[in-house]
């Protein structure tokens, strides 16, 4: 059988093998790398049953990486999928309020992010290898919070690759703050920027098109590559554990191997969700995907009416990771959506540019009917947590909250009880604040005060790496201008 390979969802000529794809993040003319088809499992469910995680990512993921060896796989979960977890599970499945919870905040920021970014770097530094790439990469990213500290984390001690991280000096939470300037690595790098998100943003991106920057890169023997949700090397590890829920709600006999079940899954840039599309592709018996939006509702529209129009307000919400009006691993879904029709796809991003909205039509919309689309409001959202709490003792934070609060909308309005998955994507400590206010308890000044009275209040331990950062020593103090930042990564990387 022909070895699986990488395609483009916007055409083009690209061609790549899983490691080519990994390095590049993004194909050249723009598109995003998507598997040629999407691989069958060889081995049956019965078997992955006795398994454990680790075994289960094993069979999973090397039918996307045929271009890594047995050993290197292996050596890449290895790497990944131990002591960095606070559990031996990583991802626990917790029973709870009718539904079931995959817990995916156990790694070391608290967030679903870590699912795939204690891998990456891992995959990477071998794809590196496989290219025969001399050159040292280094990884440039923006960050609002979250998938800054998770790549930190992820690459801080990989050999052979760097990692710098700008964010907005008053645009992150005291708490995302703390855990990235107290980030432990000799390669590791953060600096505060006087701009907003999008100056670190646009920054950023402006050096990943630096000819001249990227010249001297070159000439200093570094390369410059993305930890961005859009590498497809992010979405891979992702589809393991909608596997690992589904077989940890068989070994505890609360469903029979083969039965359908729903996952209802927290969205933002689409990936997490999208992994879950690729693992029902692949055999695992899902039967409908529930897309959950915040007040940001755009997919919960595209959903019912396959319209995705982005024309709309921004919103600020208690679920921040989902704040987002232009998701886009949705281009990937599109693909498929389409039957692998690069230039419909190519047209339909166009579409989005010049207007703002495009609209699925035909067969192509009736090809979405594996997803439901819904969005909770603030006000559900603080319900959900309260009503979760109330029901079974169990915190949840509130982008899982909007997860749960979708889930019961659909099973109103549809009248299905097929067995639910709610994928609950971030610690309620990292998020106390909004918790402690959902539940109506007062809310402390000081952001470890607030995390100690969630702990008492629920009798759940604050998570050593939040509770921790409060005495770890500030290692990074850089700041810099906004219209500067070229030149602090010329003095990091070579003057
Ligand atoms: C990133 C993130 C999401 C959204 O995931 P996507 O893959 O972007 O859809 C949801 N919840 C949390 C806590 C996140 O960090």
Redesign the pocket.
């Known amino acids: 059988m022909q070895q699986l390979y990488y395609r483009s969802t916007r055409g083009g000529n690209a061609q790549a093998t899983a490691a080519e794809a990994i390095i590049a993040g993004i194909a050249p003319d723009g598109g995003l790398y998507v598997p040629a088809w999407l691989p069958s499992l060889q081995i049956s469910l019965e078997e992955l049953l006795k398994l454990d995680y680790q075994g289960r990512a094993f069979h999973i993921m090397k039918l996307f990486l045929p271009d890594f060896s047995e050993e290197e796989l292996l050596d890449c979960i290895d790497r990944a999928y131990g002591e960095k977890f606070s559990v031996p599970g990583i991802a626990p499945l917790t029973k709870g309020a009718g539904v079931f919870f995959l817990e995916l905040f156990h790694g070391p920021t608290q967030?679903?992010?870590d699912m795939a970014l204690t891998i990456l770097p891992h995959l990477l530094k071998i794809a590196a290898q496989k290219q025969d790439l001399q050159q040292e990469i280094v990884i440039l990213t923006a960050t609002s919070g979250?998938t800054g500290k998770a790549a930190l984390e992820g690459f801080s001690g990989v050999q052979g690759t760097k990692i710098i991280v700008f964010f907005p000096e008053s645009g992150v939470s005291p708490i995302q703050k703390r855990q990235m300037v107290t980030q432990t690595g000799d390669n590791t790098h953060v600096i505060g920027i006087d701009g907003n998100f999008d100056d670190a943003q646009r920054g950023v991106k402006g050096m990943f098109t630096d000819i001249d920057l990227l010249a001297q890169m070159a000439r200093h023997n570094f390369l410059f590559s993305s930890a961005n949700?859009i590498n497809i090397g992010r979405l891979i590890p992702q589809t393991v554990y909608y596997f690992h829920a589904y077989l940890q709600a068989c070994a505890a006999g609360d469903i029979r191997l083969g039965d359908l079940v729903n996952f209802a899954v927290?969205?933002?840039?689409?990936?997490?969700?999208l992994a879950g599309y690729y693992a029902k592709k692949m055999g695992l018996p899902i039967k409908t995907l529930l897309c959950a939006a915040n007040e940001n509702n755009v997919l919960a529209d595209f959903f019912t009416g396959w319209i995705y129009d982005k024309r709309r307000e921004f919103v600020s919400t208690m679920?921040p990771?989902?704040d987002i009006l232009v998701?886009s691993?949705l281009e990937r879904l599109l693909y498929n959506a389409y039957g692998e029709n690069a230039a419909k796809v190519k047209g339909l991003m166009r579409e989005l540019g010049a207007k703002g909205w495009y609209q699925v039509t035909g067969e192509a919309a009736a090809n979405l009917g594996d997803f439901y689309g819904g969005y909770a409001s603030e006000a559900d959202t603080a319900a959900a947590i309260k009503e979760v709490f109330a029901k079974a003792g169990y915190l949840i934070?509130p982008?899982t909250a909007v997860a749960y609060a979708v889930h019961k909308k659909y099973r109103q309005v549809q009248q299905d009880e097929t067995p639910t998955i709610v994928v609950s994507?971030?610690s309620p400590f990292k998020f106390a604040r909004d918790v402690m206010a959902s539940l109506d308890l007062p809310v402390a000044e000081d952001d470890f005060d607030v995390m100690q009275a969630l702990s008492s209040y629920s009798g759940i331990r604050v998570p050593a790496a939040l509770g921790n950062l409060k005495s770890l020593p500030v290692r990074h103090r850089a700041l810099c201008p906004k219209d500067r930042m070229r030149q602090e990564v010329e003095k990091i990387l070579w003057k």
């Open positions: 967030a679903f992010k979250d949700s927290p969205t933002g840039n689409f990936g997490n969700i679920s990771s989902m998701s691993n934070d982008h994507t971030a």
